[in-house]
Structures are given as C-alpha cells and as structure tokens.
C-alpha cells in the first residue's frame, strides 16, 4: 500500500469531527480519498480493515469500528430517512493514559 504525504494535524482534524457520526458511502469515499491510500496499481483502497491498518502504521489513535446497517426508516424529526438500510461505519478514538 502506498499514500501521499498527509497533514497529520488537518487529517486528525478531519477525523476528530467524524467521531461516533455515521459515515456513509460518500463519506467513507471522502475519507478514503483524503488519506489516499492505494494499491501498487494506483487503485484508491476504501475498505475499512485497510484505512485501519493506515491509522495503525501512522501511529493515528482512530478505528472504525466495521459496518453497520441504518434500520431507522424515519428520522427523530418525522421525516424519511434517506439511508434506510444503507451501511455506514463508525469511526471512535483511542485514549492513551
């Protein structure tokens, strides 16, 4: 696996405002795309067990935490909910004491 050269600050930042937030399809896209993380072929990799090894190698205390499925069909607010029965990860963070 081969990545570009990252902020590490801009990218924590990113990361921080995704914490326990629902990442979709787009999401996991953009995130995947921000760390560009590819494949001796320059294929972009957006698999989630990858972006966690990524995190692991750069010394990052992210995780996501796999994929769950959206089961919600309306929303708090009464409306549909757009993602029903999309997958979405959760990103969470280490703490080191």
Known sequence: MK????????LENYLDERINKRLYKKD???????IYLTDA???????YKLINE???DNNLL?????????KRSTL???SVNPN?????????K????
């Open 3 to 10: 990545n570009n050269k990252f902020d590490k600050s801009a």
């Open 62 to 70: 992210y995780t996501i935490n796999g994929i769950y499925f959206d």
């Open 41 to 47: 072929g320059h294929k972009l990799q957006k698999g």
């Open 76 to 78: 708090s607010d009464g």
């Open 54 to 56: 990524y995190f692991n």
């Open 84 to 92: 029903y029965r999309k997958g979405y990860w959760l990103m969470a």
């Open 28 to 34: 996991q896209v953009e995130l995947a795309k921000m």
């Open 94 to 97: 280490y703490t080191v004491n």
